[in-house]
């Protein structure tokens, strides 16, 4: 009996805090939009019994999902967010492996402060963050200051309310996500396996893309998620550091919501985001068993 | 048939395949190796003995080109090494650790080393399947480092780096993580290996019996230096000093002033005691401080007092059990203990002596080693 209620704990915990407000969510998306609160219809009428049971079914329909493809700003949105998730995530990892690589690489006493470093940021609020990145971005900001200070630049560059400062700004926020798994493999690496490959007759060029790669591959798959996923959901850093044309899903979201009020497209709008996002969720997950599966 | 005996170290034509000249490795100001001379011939299983932390690896990684010597020079095949890079070197080196690539199947940790020579695939396939057949592992070709038990993956480690068919073979405690029996076995599997592929092998160890079994010289390293390097019989019979005595098997040390008569030393070492006698071609000086190394097994005991030259009483104050011998303690009255090792030829309960019997030990004149330093 203990044991059915510690194996039921986490069952629960999903149940209550994952499938049952996405069961609602799915509800809502099959409903109409109504002027009424809350801001949708059908709702389910206990007094009714039975009969409002069904009635209550008999209202749902695909209607708004069928309107998401008659409207190229839902698919636009879809792809463009892609887009960005897929370059940004590319980026962080540019940025982030070296970082990586040099932590890995670092004397052992320094290492403990350097992993402080990087999740530094995190004690300071994310919004606050951004908005700081405003700052820095921004026509006469500390970047444009900087440059035409020394001389770089005649005219301020443009960069805030563009595409490029959404990238700066995930690269920026997301890049602690790339960093701790790479560096987690990137640790374990034993060094004498380097020096094994050099002996059999590798260059240290050779030497870091069969071996330092490889081993590392599964540190680097799990950031690319981690920096992904909340990517293409992305709302807060294309609406403050992004510009109008910048179209994110997110930013859609988040005016069918609240701007427009309309509950049932929004829901819609999300449930396929979320389908989207099972897809490298399975993959990602099938990828951490095979690693538990080598590994053990 | 008479055969030739393999010993290109006493044949003045013979050109060494490694020389060591003077070389000293410092890290920081904390010297490794010591000025060290050394000549390692080709097909020759060369062994490197000393305790932990006296450099064997350190003088092992300067050959594969992992580190440099401060000063001094290394030679392989009469060219100095120091400018060639170890991807570079006619070296292969098995590591401590065997370092085997885990993302990599055991055959393709073998083939890892020649397809960076770019050979043809089916040679690098031939020789592969030639490794895996030497080392017994063909059934396991496919498996990942992993899979495999600490034996197998110690065998992978050396087909690996064999594979090249390098001069010089480097092995790093390659039995260390090995059960006894099983190190027993591979020790003559390495021996067979060698023989079969004609490599030069240097074989680093702590473990004296190893090194013993496997070499055809050893080396001992104390300290960053190298205290004597001689064949295993020449080192276990002539030591050359007090440490290298004592630290390969067992042995008796009895310090003394020496009165030299030609070959004939004698030794007086305790007040009252006759002195003892031994031959030796060393020239001492009058009452010179040296030692008597007398190993164990020459050592003989007796209820009655023998003939020979050098007798003492004592009582027995403990017995080893060692199966197929017994080592006696034997304590003299000066409270020195001499080690005597007997084969046990009858049951246990014939033995002839116990615990607190008064026994003679002796020795003859020449089976001690006398050691000045
Ligand atoms: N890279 C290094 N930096 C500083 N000291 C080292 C380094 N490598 C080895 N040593 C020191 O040199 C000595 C010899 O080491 P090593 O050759 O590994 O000994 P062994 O293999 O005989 O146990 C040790 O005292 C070790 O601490
Ligand atoms: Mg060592």
Redesign the interface.
């Known amino acids: 009996m203990r044991r059915l209620i510690l194996i039921a704990i986490p069952y629960v915990w999903l149940l209550a805090l994952f499938l049952i407000p996405f069961v609602i969510v799915v509800k809502i998306s099959l409903s109409d939009t109504a002027l009424a609160r809350p801001p949708y219809f059908p709702q389910w009428d206990w007094s009714l019994g039975w009969a409002g049971i069904k009635d209550f079914f008999a209202e749902l329909d695909f209607e708004n999902f069928w309107f998401l493809t008659t409207d190229d700003l839902y698919w636009k949105a879809y792809l463009s967010s892609l887009r960005i998730a897929l370059i940004s995530t590319l980026m962080t990892l540019l940025v982030g492996f070296p970082i990586a690589y040099g932590m890995a690489r670092a004397p052992e006493h320094w290492r403990p402060t350097l992993m402080m470093l990087v999740i530094l940021p995190f004690w300071t609020s994310f919004l606050i963050r951004v908005y700081s990145w405003m700052g820095i971005l921004s026509q006469n900001g500390l970047l444009n200051a900087l440059l035409l200070g020394i001389g770089v630049i005649d005219e301020p560059l443009i960069i805030l309310n563009t595409d490029t400062a959404v990238y700066i700004g995930i690269v920026y926020t997301y890049l602690p996500f790339m960093i701790l798994p790479i560096y987690a493999a990137l640790e374990k690496l034993d060094g004498s396996l380097l020096e094994a490959a050099e002996d059999l007759g590798c260059s240290r060029l050779s030497a870091f893309w069969l071996v330092t790669v490889p081993l590392s591959k599964q540190g680097v798959i799990a950031g690319c998620f981690l920096v992904f996923i909340p990517a293409i959901g992305e709302f807060v850093i294309p609406s403050l550091l992004g510009g109008s044309e910048t179209l994110m899903i997110g930013k859609v979201l988040y005016e069918e919501f609240f701007s427009n009020r309309d509950w049932p497209v929004a829901s819609a709008v999300a449930v396929i985001l979320l389908l989207i996002l099972i897809i490298p969720i399975v993959l990602f997950q099938r990828n951490q068993q095979k690693q538990a599966e080598a590994e053990g | 048939m008479p055969q030739k005996i393999f010993a290109p170290w006493d044949d003045p034509q013979e050109k060494p395949l490694i020389r060591f000249q003077n070389v000293t490795k410092r890290f920081g100001d904390f010297t490794a190796i010591d000025s060290i001379d050394l000549d390692i011939y080709a097909r020759e299983f060369f062994a490197l003995l000393g305790p932990s932390g006296c450099g064997k690896t350190t003088l092992m990684r300067m050959l594969?080109?992992?580190e440099t010597p401060s000063s001094g020079t290394i030679l392989l095949a009469g060219q100095d090494i120091a400018p060639v890079?170890?991807?570079q070197r006619a070296?292969?080196?098995m590591?401590q650790?065997y370092?085997?690539?885990?993302?990599l199947s055991v055959w393709d940790n073998i083939a890892?080393?020649l397809r960076?020579?770019k050979r043809p695939k089916d040679q690098v396939a031939a020789r592969v399947e030639e490794m895996l057949k030497l080392t017994r592992l063909t059934k396991f070709a496919r498996r990942?480092p992993?899979q495999i038990s600490g034996g197998q993956r110690q065998r992978v480690a050396l087909a690996?780096?064999l594979a090249?068919a390098p001069k010089l073979l480097l092995l790093d405690e390659p039995l260390g993580a090995l059960d006894k029996k099983l190190r027993e076995e591979t020790q003559f599997e390495l021996m067979d290996i060698q023989e079969k592929t004609g490599t030069t092998f240097v074989i680093v160890t702590h473990d004296q019996e190893e090194a013993m079994t496997v070499a055809s010289r050893v080396a001992v390293m104390d300290e960053g230096k190298l205290m004597q390097i001689a064949t295993p019989d020449r080192i276990y019979e002539a030591p050359n000093s007090v440490y290298v005595a004592d630290f390969i098997g067992d042995v008796n040390i009895i310090e003394g002033k020496a009165h030299q008569v030609g070959e004939l030393v004698q030794l007086d070492w305790a007040e009252g005691q006759p002195a003892l006698a031994a031959r030796t071609d060393k020239n001492l000086g009058l009452a010179q401080t040296c030692y008597l190394a007398i190993r164990p097994e020459k050592v003989s005991i007796s209820a009655d007092r023998p003939g020979g030259a050098n007798a003492l009483q004592g009582e027995i104050i403990d017995i080893a059990y060692l199966g197929n011998l017994s080592t006696y303690h034997v304590k003299l009255p000066t409270g020195h203990v001499i080690k005597a090792q007997q084969a046990n030829t009858r049951r246990i309960s014939r033995r002839p002596f116990t615990w607190e019997d008064k026994v003679w030990v002796s020795w003859t004149e020449t089976a001690a080693v006398v050691l000045d330093q």
């Open positions: 594969a080109g992992f890079a170890p991807n070296v292969n080196m590591f650790s370092a085997l690539f885990p993302h890892f080393g960076r020579e990942k992993h690996r780096s090249k």
